[in-house]
């Protein structure tokens, strides 16, 4: 299968579905991973545009650690991302066209901020729209309308999994993935007190509970037609 994850930031899918991702490269799978915002503007220190390129590089270390094909940037400005930014939807629907996914996974349309709601809100525009041959004809092609999973929102608040990926083979390469993300890392656990990697691996634990294994990773299905199917697609 070919399979896209689709989030706002980079580090936002080793978060929420990096060990699902590296599961699926694992077992043989095409993985794509794609960040919307470039992340400029996560560091109070470290200026946008530096803090931009630093965030890109850290994506594609963290890419290579779970097995993903490739990853790609729209590199839109952090907290000015749109669902109605006819650009991003266009990159976008490139991006699907290009890869052709067996599914989707990305943002559940009731996360914390903005930016992810309008990623999540982009995606469900993008993956029809790239169903439509004449829309952005310039990326040859079109790809079928395909389902959508959406990852656990951060921490998991409000947020009831529908169906669970067992991730304990995978939670090191999860965790190795977001330690890449240095400028991230450092910056809150010294400035807000918040440790990524304890928080991350502990939601982790508290899914894997819920289901009855050691790790695990939470999703709920998008129910419109015509994106749901008969076969379980997550590993």
Same mark, same amino acid.
């Not at 525009?125 to 959508?148: D, K, N, W």
């Not at 529908?162 to 995978?170: K, L, P």
């Given at each position: 299968?070919?399979?896209?994850?689709?989030?706002?930031?980079? @580090?936002?899918?080793?978060?929420?579905?990096?060990?699902?991702?590296? #599961?699926?490269?694992?077992?043989?799978?095409? /993985?794509?991973?794609?960040?919307?915002?470039?992340? @400029?503007?996560?560091?109070?220190?470290?200026?946008?545009?530096? &803090?931009?390129?630093?965030?890109?590089?850290?994506?594609?270390?963290?890419?290579?650690?779970?097995?993903?094909?490739?990853?790609?940037?729209?590199?839109?400005?952090?907290?000015?991302?749109?669902?109605?930014?006819? +650009?991003?939807?266009?990159?976008?629907?490139? /991006?699907?066209?290009?890869?052709?996914? @067996?599914?989707?996974? *990305?943002?559940? $349309?009731? @996360?914390?901020?903005?930016?992810?709601?309008?990623?999540?809100? &982009?995606?469900?525009?993008?993956?029809?729209?790239?169903?439509?041959?004449?829309?952005? $004809? +310039?990326?040859?092609?079109?790809?079928?309308?395909?389902?959508?999973?959406?990852?656990?929102?951060? /921490?998991?608040?409000?947020?009831?999994?529908?169906?669970?990926?067992? /991730?304990? +083979?995978?939670?090191?390469? =999860?965790? #190795?993935?977001?330690?890449?993300?240095?400028?991230?890392?450092?910056?809150? =656990?010294?400035?807000?007190?918040?440790?990524? &990697?304890?928080?991350?691996? *502990?939601?982790? #634990?508290?899914?894997?509970?819920?289901?009855?294994?050691?790790?695990?990773?939470?999703?709920?299905?998008?129910?419109?037609? $015509?994106?749901?199917? *008969?076969?379980?697609? &997550? $590993?």
């Amino acid at each position: 299968m070919n399979v896209l994850a689709i989030g706002c930031h980079p @580090d936002d899918l080793e978060i929420g579905c990096g060990g699902t991702l590296a #599961r699926l490269a694992r077992e043989g799978h095409h /993985v794509f991973m794609c960040h919307v915002a470039n992340g @400029d503007m996560g560091h109070a220190v470290i200026m946008p545009k530096e &803090l931009g390129e630093m965030r890109t590089r850290e994506a594609e270390e963290a890419g290579a650690i779970i097995g993903a094909k490739h990853v790609y940037n729209i590199d839109v400005h952090d907290c000015t991302v749109s669902s109605t930014d006819r +650009e991003a939807l266009r990159k976008i629907v490139g /991006v699907i066209r290009e890869t052709r996914p @067996d599914f989707i996974i *990305t943002h559940d $349309p009731d @996360d914390y901020m903005e930016d992810h709601l309008a990623v999540s809100r &982009l995606v469900f525009e993008a993956s029809f729209t790239s169903s439509v041959p004449h829309m952005f $004809p +310039e990326f040859p092609g079109y790809s079928l309308v395909p389902p959508i999973y959406y990852m656990d929102t951060l /921490v998991g608040v409000g947020f009831l999994p529908e169906e669970y990926v067992d /991730v304990t +083979e995978d939670i090191e390469t =999860k965790l #190795r993935a977001l330690d890449c993300h240095q400028s991230q890392i450092k910056w809150m =656990k010294e400035h807000d007190n918040i440790d990524f &990697l304890e928080q991350t691996r *502990t939601c982790s #634990r508290f899914r894997g509970f819920q289901c009855g294994v050691e790790y695990a990773e939470g999703f709920k299905i998008c129910k419109t037609w $015509p994106r749901m199917i *008969t076969k379980r697609l &997550l $590993p």
